[in-house]
């Protein structure tokens, strides 16, 4: 059985015979707000595209297909493909960490980030990506030092930084590049 939630009414959609054609029943009781206002994100375990009402985020909202959360508190370790859903289908601002394991202000950076990650989290998805094992994805998005810090916004580079920093310099930074965006 597949929920399916449409301007605040909730259908179920049953495939219950060989025939594949579906049986829909309504329920009329409303479900939260309205969908006008949408939010997508990437689901970190299946990398699935989650569409939900944006009033949800703060609700520790769950992948429809996998049923894990959406947001851990913690950043997401990605590949290539992966790195790019995420930027692409986010609907949160993504900040990117490209790192290396034998880099030493990145694995000093590394705890800072994931402190910021449980902070940040639902109004930012935190991402790393290994440079050494993805080397196309760090030839694609022109990184040559690391740690660099890479902020996207509907799909777009809107800044980047390169070295570690505190955690204070670090929501100093996002909040400076995400005000009047």
């Known amino acids: 059985m597949i929920s399916i939630e449409l301007k ?5 959609v ?7 054609r ?4 309504g329920n009329r009781k409303a479900k939260g707000p309205p969908m006008s206002d949408k939010t997508r994100l990437v689901c970190p375990h299946c ?20 049923k894990n959360a959406l947001m851990q508190g913690e950043p997401v370790a990605v590949n290539s493909q992966s790195l790019d859903r995420h930027i692409q289908q986010s609907g949160v601002p993504v900040l990117v960490d490209f790192w290396a394991p034998w880099c030493g202000p990145c694995k000093s950076f590394a705890p800072v980030y994931s402190n ?5 989290e639902p109004n930012l998805r935190l991402l790393k990506i290994d440079t050494e094992a993805h080397q196309v994805a760090a030839g694609k998005y022109g990184i040559r030092s690391i740690p660099t ?15 570690a920093m505190n955690e204070m310099q670090l929501q100093q930074w996002v909040e400076q590049q ?4």
């Open 178 to 181: 995400l005000t009047g965006l």
């Open 22 to 25: 579906p049986h829909i029943t």
């Open 47 to 66: 990398n699935t595209i989650n569409q939900f009402a944006t009033a949800r985020l703060s609700d520790q909202p769950k992948c429809a297909q996998c």
């Open 8 to 12: 605040s009414v909730e259908y179920h």
């Open 149 to 163: 810090l890479m902020l996207f916004k509907a799909g777009k580079e809107i800044a980047r930084v390169s070295g």
């Open 116 to 120: 910021f990650a449980r902070k940040a």
């Open 14 to 20: 049953a495939l219950a015979d060989e025939t594949h």
